[in-house]
């Protein structure tokens, strides 16, 4: 199975997925292809697979990613296409950790091998707090993220679980039960 979390950006979707990651070894995390520079303590192929503008360009023009999408400061993010169907092909269910329309193109190809989850902030205060607060970005893109919430969530209705983060614990273990449901 194909298990996708998407969120808009400070609403905890990468702290749940961690956590996932950790109650559950078998899963392969889908590590994303990316433009933007490496922030501190970033690792290419761990955190993110590393690219300049030119050699994603010439991925896409290859139909070698499964999606992408040109997103914060003109910056691509995407999901190599060998990566997906090589873990399919060995029978491992993968997690992603991806925007919402990421999700949507994912959905679109792999149909029911692909579960879509929405984590769902518990309001914009919260979010805009916590994007502040983990000082990673400036305010201008603090700002652009914030400017896609509504859109983000207006494309949960399309997913098949939404899952709300106002407690961290509780939606790290709702999100277990809905992976567990189908790893039986």
């Known amino acids: 199975m194909l298990f996708v979390i998407a969120a808009p950006s400070g609403t905890g979707k990468t702290t749940i997925v ?42 896409i023009n290859n139909n070698e990613l499964v999606e ?9 993010y995407g999901t190599l296409k060998s990566f997906v169907d090589d873990n399919l092909v060995k029978n491992k269910s993968v ?46 893109q603090i700002n652009e993220r914030i400017k896609r919430v509504d859109l983000e969530i207006g494309k949960a209705k399309h997913f098949d679980y939404i899952v709300l983060n106002d407690n961290l614990k509780n939606a790290v273990s709702e999100v277990n039960n809905i992976i567990n449901s189908f790893n039986k």
């Open 68 to 76: 992408y999408e040109i997103i914060f400061n003109q910056d691509y």
């Open 95 to 140: 997690m992603f950790d991806i925007d919402v329309k990421g999700a949507m193109a994912i959905k679109n190809i792999y149909k029911d091998n692909a579960v879509l989850i929405f984590i769902m902030p518990p309001d914009i205060e919260t979010l805009k707090e916590r994007l502040k607060n983990r000082a990673t970005e400036s305010q201008d």
């Open 18 to 59: 961690n956590e996932i990651l950790k109650m559950n070894p078998e899963i392969t995390f889908s590590v994303s292809a990316t433009t933007r520079k490496k922030r501190k303590g970033e690792l290419d192929g761990k955190d993110y697979y590393f690219f300049t503008k030119e050699e994603f360009q010439e991925k």
